[in-house]
């Protein structure tokens, strides 16, 4: 498994990771700012596991954040962004 931690609120709604992974991203329309589907809130992060051959879109998406707040981990343990 592989867990993708969002660190949103520091999100600028630019629609990259949308553009990226739009199986998983999608933009609010409440407040602007992307949304990683399904995910759990912890504190300021929102965090989802997702099977491992998941790990090339979703690079990509943290890959063409440009605020950079988007991590992907391997581990099973969790490693704050
Ligand atoms: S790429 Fe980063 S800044 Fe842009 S919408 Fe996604 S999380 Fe927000």
Do not use: T
């Not at 809130?41 to 998406?61: C, H, R, V």
């Amino acid at each position: 498994m592989i867990k993708i931690i969002h660190h949103r609120h520091k999100c600028i709604g630019c629609n990259s990771c949308v553009e990226s992974a739009p199986d998983h991203w999608v933009m609010s329309k409440k407040d602007g700012k992307s949304m990683l589907k399904k995910s759990l809130q912890k504190g300021n992060y929102y965090i989802l596991e997702l099977p491992e051959w998941e790990y090339e879109s979703q690079m990509e998406a943290a890959r063409n954040c440009p605020v950079n707040i988007i991590r992907v981990n391997q581990s099973k343990k969790f490693v704050k962004a």
